[in-house]
């Protein structure tokens, strides 16, 4: 997706003082990039320790609810560090993000994957054991959740290609 | 035969060739390049976390490690596979990367750092394995490592940087 809208928006963030002066420090990319990068790692670890206790590959002398219980917060507390070193990334370099169509992929990957997480860990805040003898549903919600992380990077990586 | 010669050798196999040339190798490598150094960091740092007495204190060290290093192992194999593979595309241009080289002196230092946690303060976790706060040098054990693979991470963004402006 390229309209003229979003190109002109893009343009218009590239005037900005602060699109300017994030292009113009040669360091400020790739240290925003690193703590992106930092943050993407406490969130794909955490996925994967709660996706390999959905499918009963690791941790399972511990229920879903605890395992959820200490990894969760870890993937909520990491989306706005995400956020907010993905914004100075798009404000340093608006049309090669917004316009890219695997940024926009990423974007929809992100969105569907949260809503994938947030219908997992509700039920197991009013009930703990939500989720117990429905192993073939958290079968399919781990392996989806598994293919849209991996997806997100794999996405990330390529804006930098198109 | 020098180091150089070997490297010359290195990019001119098939492989690298392909890798170099090809259309889409490259990215492609380093995705699964990036996905596993997420994983071989996110994982060891739960680790980490738990030698310093800073996260998972309600479960013994042991088992902590027992779920998480199988992954991290696996991850870090990915990641040394793929790395080399993306070495072999440009081996002369990485080798005299000043960035490329600080990155293998800290990974060198994480695995220094893990042997000598390994072979010492572990040989007796069964005494502290339930404690809270593990013992000092398995603290400092955790922290050099959580530094260590940071350090290794922001040395690798490096290297796209300086090689190839803008491409990152």
Known sequence: ????ALLDFCDSIDATALSQTIQSIKWVVPAVQTVHILAIAAVMS??????LRLLGIAGTDQTVARVAGRFGPVVWWSLPLLLLTGATLIIGE????????FFQLKMFLLVSVIALTVYFQRPLKTNPNFWDGRSGALRVIAVLSLILWSGIIFAGRWIAYL | MDLDTLLRAIEATSIATEIREGESS???????????????????SIVDLRLLGWASLERAVSRVTG???????????????????????????????T??????????LAGANMLIFQFGIHGSVANWDSAATP??????????????????????????????????
Not at chain 2, 28 to 44: Q, R
Not at chain 2, 99 to 108: E, G, P, S, V, Y
Not at chain 2, 137 to 166: E, H, M, N, Y
């Open chain 1, 46 to 51: 955490s996925i994967l320790m709660i996706n």
């Open chain 1, 1 to 4: 997706m390229k309209t003229k």
């Open chain 2, 26 to 44: 490259f990215p492609f490598l380093e995705c699964v390049h990036v996905l596993a150094v997420t994983l071989v960091v996110g994982s060891i």
């Open chain 1, 94 to 101: 608006p049309a090669r993000s917004l316009a890219n169509d």
């Open chain 2, 135 to 168: 013992p000092t040098a398995a603290r400092v054990a955790g922290a050099l490592s959580l530094l260590f693979w940071i350090a290794v991470i922001t040395c690798g963004r490096w290297v796209g940087f300086s090689l190839q402006p803008g491409m990152g």
């Open chain 2, 99 to 108: 960035w490329f080289l600080i990155k293998f002196c800290f990974i060198a």
């Open chain 2, 67 to 97: 779920s998480v290093l199988p992954c991290t192992w696996i991850a870090f194999a990915a990641a040394a596979i793929s790395g080399a593979l993306l070495f072999s595309s440009n081996a002369i241009t990485y080798a005299h990367n």
